[in-house]
């Protein structure tokens, strides 16, 4: 991964991050070389073919599964809602139940509430005040019409990781699908959906230095849901429409690169992050850690400075790219669902930044960000 530009210090990879140079070069070749179509029985459709089931299978491998049980989409996005909208027959929405949480993504929690719309009964949990999830809050809520259990891996806005593997062994237990969001902790965490015990996960290929545009569900093998987008018989007949060859080829090159240098990058990331907030912790009076302090991804790093908006605070640090809150939502004033969920008080969930690592950050920006923080909240505390 290149080094950013030195004028310029990005800590915002949980909205989106640089595509891997991996990546660039195999979508550079699809786009100059491979036009085929994959479902054409010539040479050239032949080698797009393997191009996309190559795809496949590094996304298999980095998640676990098997390459039957990887279907890619067009994002994080449609992946949740292929997976929320189809084990539903909304044609008797009634005899439906899905259980999901208050901090999931808004492509989990709006179509829960289009579904809870048509009649579909939607159940859903509150969580602590670091934003995860109780089990035991799960298997209450199940109910003789429970269809899904939707409970996201990693929070986009704290990091919070919620106890999947234990809410797995309930829905098993109650033999209920059951999905997870992983598009924030995929190539940030090890991920493998046995060990999670998971039947249906989605992944986002922007957020692990994949581009835009293309994501994927895995679907648990014998599960069937019905199609988003009815057509031909792509993508095992549950994806209909030609394949991206160019955007899947990026996000297999991407998980590929993930796999590899999965360790390295947790260690040096996370030392990064800790560095980042022993230096603000030490310096910013009143500052709060948002989210749980150890069990949580281990670049994101999201404070709250009391009675300061956290808008007031970017807006006077130019060079410095960073969030106040979900990136789908960040120009919005108002108090993020999820700090909401987890009472945070509006005082302090105004102040909250959200400050999101990634492979181009090394420790000198960590320094100068630091400094950069500390001395515009002393400057707004002194004006």
Do not use: W
């Amino acid at each position: 991964m290149q080094k950013q530009d030195k004028t310029f210090i990005y800590l915002d990879h949980n909205a989106t991050t640089p595509i891997d140079p991996a990546a660039v070069e195999v979508m550079t070749r699809c786009i100059r070389d491979e036009f085929g179509n994959p479902s054409s029985a010539y040479p050239l459709g032949l080698r797009a073919k393997e191009i996309v089931d190559t795809a496949r299978q590094y996304v298999a491998s980095l998640i676990g599964c098997k390459r039957s049980e990887v279907v890619f989409t067009s994002g994080g996005s449609e992946s949740n809602n292929m997976a929320l909208k189809g084990l539903i027959d909304l044609r008797e929405p009634s005899k439906y139940h899905i259980i999901t949480s208050a901090v999931e993504h808004p492509s989990v929690l709006n179509p829960s509430l289009y579904l809870m719309e048509l009649g579909v009964g939607v159940t859903i949990l509150p969580v602590d005040c670091y934003g995860r999830v109780s089990p035991d809050d799960v298997e209450k809520a199940i109910t003789p019409e429970t269809c899904l259990v939707s409970i996201m891996l990693a929070n986009n806005e704290t990091g919070t990781l919620n106890p999947v593997k234990e809410i797995s062994r309930i829905t098993r237990r109650y033999n209920i699908p059951f999905h997870t969001d992983a598009a924030q902790a995929i190539g940030k965490i090890a991920v493998n959906v046995k060990e999670l015990g998971v039947d249906l996960l989605s992944i986002a290929g922007h957020k692990l230095y994949g581009p835009k545009g293309v994501g994927a569900l895995f679907i648990r093998e014998g599960l069937t849901l019905t199609p988003l987008i009815h057509g031909a018989g792509q993508e095992f007949g549950k994806r209909a429409g030609t394949e991206n060859v160019i955007l899947t080829a990026g996000l297999g090159a991407a998980c590929g690169v993930a796999k590899q240098r999965l360790q390295q990058d947790i260690a040096a990331i996370k030392a990064l992050r800790d560095r980042l907030q022993e230096l603000l912790f030490k310096d910013i009076k009143g500052i709060i850690l948002n989210g749980h302090p150890e069990e949580r991804l281990p670049n994101t790093l999201n404070i709250s400075v009391p009675n300061i908006e956290g808008a007031m605070i970017l807006e006077g640090l130019p060079s410095l790219a960073a969030s106040t809150g979900a990136a789908c939502h960040d120009r919005s004033v108002r108090l993020s669902h999820v700090l909401s969920a987890m009472n945070v008080p509006p005082e302090a969930g105004m102040g909250a930044l959200r400050l999101s690592l990634g492979r181009g950050n090394d420790m000198h920006q960590i320094d100068e960000v630091a400094k950069l923080l500390i001395n515009r909240v002393k400057e707004i505390r002194g004006s």
